[in-house]
């Protein structure tokens, strides 16, 4: 979960943009930035056995209500213990009066560096309604106006020749060119770096569910990541998980230097909707030390309810892929779910249920991280939000009996040193501990056997909701 909502800049004590590599290498580390490529890692289910998730399209209904959708891809390279992130937003686009609408492309980078190019023109966003694929055009290439800006995914040469600074992004494929542009986003520059470029191919191997041939031999179809009630106007935000582990071949230009990736562990994710948690912990890691293919996404939030200003409730869940693509889901309507975090710095989630207990915890150097921009609803896009790669994140998985008890010996015992963690929202400044406490109806609604995958391909295509 890359975004948020609040009032205040974000700006952790202790925290600020610092030189990760060379606090962790040392000085030479630096120079072997330019040469960092992906150590290839082993594929642990083939692209066939991947679906796509429900909530992959564009949720606009073309209303004037208040409205944003974010996007967040990441792609690490493990050899060298960094990554990127690719975080593409639009809010408001059915507004014109709105004083927060706009478009924004953010990137971070390289020792937790960032570069975010902003537009208020809504109108060069564009998104599929029942697809992912997406895209924006800061601005035309030369001489490529005759012909427009493109309005879907288009080959690279063709998107090279027409569009000099923007992104296209898709399941499959992500490409794109911007620089320092901040005006109009919130906050004073933030930008680390002038330019980004990238172009990289994605194979998705799991998506949000289990991995592997369904009954009828095809792929499974995936699973709504809040359960079915996501298709209702229920809870703020709404999130989803694209694509739990992935990998990316192509390059990314990060200032003056190129990176390749190969064989790049990838994830991907989403939120849409008309406001945000007021205040939340994340974590994501597909990169453990020795276990290519384990995958984690673990949260905890306080989110709002039906859109009623001051009515919300407690959640968290954990969502681990094991090697092979059996899905272990812990959530508040099947188990229990608590955490404790600082403002920064440590992040610890327990989650019980469905025959399993997982224990998560992660640590990050005061020094570290970078502050990101969110949409908001009263500012735009506005830092509300810190990030780091760096993380050392410990993940223990036991099996449990009828009778409560755990295995002598966890299934899963892994660690991490290039772990993806976030506090967002408030912003607040003292440790947070909390249980999750899912609010009825919803608690025992989101309980009912009911496939929101299934039913939306059931669905002929025109008749589909936004989103589905």
């Not at 172009?199 to 499974?220: K, L």
């Not at 939030?301 to 812990?330: Q, S, T, W």
Request: charged share 20%; with cysteine; net charge neutral.
């Amino acid at each position: 979960m890359m975004l948020s909502r609040g009032g205040g800049g974000f700006a952790p004590p202790a925290g600020g943009r610092s030189s990760r590599a060379a606090q962790r290498r040392g000085g030479a580390a630096v120079a072997r930035h330019a040469r960092c490529r992906c150590v290839r890692a082993t594929a642990a289910a083939s692209s066939s056995s991947w679906a796509p998730v429900p909530h992959s399209g564009y949720h606009f209904d073309g209303s004037s209500r208040r409205f944003f959708e974010g996007w967040y891809w990441r792609v690490a390279l493990p050899d060298c213990g960094q990554s990127f992130a690719f975080m593409f937003s639009v809010e408001d686009p059915g507004d014109a009066s709105s004083g927060v609408r706009g478009v924004g492309a953010q990137v971070m980078g390289i020792d937790d560096g960032y570069i975010c190019q902003f537009s208020r023109d809504t109108g060069s966003f564009w998104g599929a309604r029942n697809s992912l694929e997406l895209g924006a055009t800061f601005s035309v290439a030369p001489g490529a106006a005759a012909r427009g800006a493109p309005r879907r995914i288009v080959t690279q040469s063709d998107f090279d020749a027409s569009v000099e600074a923007g992104f296209q992004a898709s399941a499959t494929w992500q490409q794109g060119s911007i620089v320092a542009m901040e005006s109009g986003a919130a906050g004073a520059p933030m930008s680390t770096v002038p330019s980004c470029s990238w172009a990289f191919r994605v194979t998705p191997h799991y998506g949000w569910g289990d991995a592997g041939p369904g009954a009828g031999g095809g792929a499974r179809p995936g699973r709504a990541t809040a359960g079915w009630l996501s298709a209702l106007a229920v809870f703020e935000p709404h999130w989803q998980v694209l694509m739990a582990y992935g990998t990316a071949e192509g390059w990314v230009q990060w200032g003056d230097k190129r990176y390749e990736l190969t064989g790049a562990p990838a994830y991907a994710e989403k939120n849409w909707g008309g406001g945000f948690p007021s205040k939340w912990i994340w974590a994501q890691c597909n990169t453990f030390d020795g276990m290519p293919g384990l995958a984690l996404t673990a949260v905890g939030a306080r989110r709002g309810l039906l859109g009623v200003p001051g009515l919300e409730e407690d959640v968290g869940m954990a969502g681990i892929h094991l090697p092979g693509g059996k899905f272990v889901e812990l959530t508040p309507w099947t188990g229990d779910v608590e955490w404790s975090a600082d403002a920064w710095g440590r992040w610890r989630l327990r989650a019980a249920g469905a025959g399993y207990e997982a224990v998560v915890d992660a640590t990050a150097e005061p020094g570290a991280g970078t502050v990101l921009r969110a949409p908001t609803a009263t500012e735009g896009l506005a830092p509300r939000c810190k990030d780091t790669f760096f993380g050392t994140l410990r993940l223990r998985l036991w099996q449990v009996d009828s009778a409560g008890r755990r295995s002598a010996s966890p299934l899963v015992d892994a660690t991490s040193s290039t772990a993806a963690l976030e506090v967002g929202g408030g912003p607040w400044w003292s440790p947070w501990s909390a249980r999750a406490d899912m609010r009825e109806p919803f608690k025992s609604l989101v309980k009912l056997p009911i496939d929101l995958g299934a039913l939306a391909s059931a669905v002929p295509q025109p008749l589909r909701p936004p989103g589905l």
